[in-house]
């Protein structure tokens, strides 16, 4: 069975590829390409077959895996395949294979396709699939380009509405994909902004940049901490990316369109987290007031997303040591009186639920339906949350 690797497919991934066959088993050896940066996760590739297959199987094996982000459980870890044109679905859980040296290998045995195989740490979220969510919501999002990437690709923008100066209208600004390969984050939010369109007018005014590094999604880079500078530690004044520069300008044209009520920004945590979804808030010490707000509602999406999608301890603070010392998204949204939170969704399982991408717009829907309860159209400016 001829078969070779392409990592050329968009937001492709993988190095130190070895592609060896005994018998009616190939093996393809791979590792997450860090592309630069200092942590890698994200892989994705596609198998090509060299004619029309008949039977055997393909063994995949992910190399040097204790050097990714991510606990050394590689069972928890579950890439998804698309096969001969066929729909995504998970592999099951991965078996790990020790080394006489203490390292290990985490391995996955697939039928091997007739034609072709794509395989990926988790489902792709890309500019097709942002097409997808436009078009099928009849209309509904507004996309303009707001400006472009470091590397001059476009920067776009949904919107329900265009707001007016002065506007009472609550309003909530939301991002994704600040690190590239955390594709949960995206089909959280894509869920979210079909909840959306599904209340037409009575939603809040709504501003989303669903691929904000777009030149990482479109590389294949997994984004976390990657050089020049992270791009959700750039969000210092002045910024620390052209990106954010641009964002920052969007919030502001939004402040003046709306009540700025939230910004939410949707991330995954590291690959083999299986507690559930959590979130972290604001610093009460150095945001009081928009830690309160933003508590306040972490309560309210713990109860909507129930045990079976939500991490025992729903609202964190974040402690961990950062590479960078700029702000994030959300401290810059606090520094602007703006309630803001970070939503992170793991890459397989939440508890005993495998995350499909149903499930992932299934907790999307779940915290938009929420943050709309509390947040409702035509509220009064200084009325307490509902």
Not at 361 to 376: H, K, L, S, T
Request: aromatic residues 10%; hydrophobic residues 35%; charged residues 25%.
């Amino acid at each position: 069975m001829a078969i070779t690797i392409d990592t050329s497919i968009p937001c492709g991934n993988a190095c130190e590829i070895e592609v060896t066959e005994t018998g009616g088993t190939t093996e393809v050896r791979f590792a997450p390409d860090p592309h630069g940066g200092p942590e890698c996760l994200w892989f994705c590739f596609r198998i090509r077959a060299d004619g029309p297959q008949r039977g055997g199987t393909v063994k995949l094996v992910l190399k040097h895996f204790y050097n990714a982000l991510a606990a050394p459980e590689g069972k928890d870890l579950r890439p998804v395949v698309k096969a001969d044109g066929g729909d995504w679905s998970r592999l099951p859980a991965g078996t790990m294979e020790p080394l006489a040296d203490g390292r290990f290998h985490v391995t996955w045995t697939l039928p091997a396709p007739k034609r072709t195989a794509d395989v990926a740490l988790c489902y792709p979220y890309a500019r097709t699939e942002l097409d997808a969510l436009v078009d099928e919501t009849d209309g509904y999002w507004r996309a303009d380009v707001i400006g472009v990437s470091q590397a001059a690709r476009p920067l776009l923008r949904l919107s329900n509405s265009v707001g007016e100066a002065g506007s009472d209208r609550p309003g909530l600004y939301l991002v994704a994909r600040q690190h590239s390969g955390e594709t949960p984050g995206s089909w959280v939010l894509d869920g979210f902004l079909r909840h959306l369109a599904a209340r037409g007018d009575d939603a809040p005014l709504v501003w989303a940049v669903p691929l904000t590094n777009i030149d990482g999604i479109e590389q294949g880079d997994y984004g976390k901490d990657n050089f020049p500078y992270d791009l959700n530690r750039s969000w210092g004044q002045p910024p620390m990316r052209h990106e954010v520069l641009v964002f920052q300008r969007d919030v502001a044209r939004w402040t003046g369109r709306c009540r700025p009520v939230l910004g939410m920004d949707f991330h995954a945590p590291g690959g083999t987290e299986t507690t559930g979804v959590y979130l972290f808030l604001p610093k009460c010490e150095d945001f009081p007031e928009p830690h309160a707000s933003a508590a306040a509602l972490a309560e309210a999406l713990a109860e909507a997303l129930t045990e079976q999608y939500a991490a025992a301890d729903f609202a964190r603070v974040a402690t961990y040591a950062s590479r960078w010392e700029s702000p994030t998204f959300t401290e810059f949204c606090c520094r602007q009186a703006i309630p803001a939170l970070s939503l992170e969704t793991p890459y397989a399982l939440a508890g005993d639920t495998l995350l499909t991408r149903q499930e992932y717009r299934r907790i999307g829907e779940r915290i938009a339906a929420r943050v709309c309860e509390r947040f409702p159209r035509g509220a009064p400016e200084h009325a307490p949350p509902q």
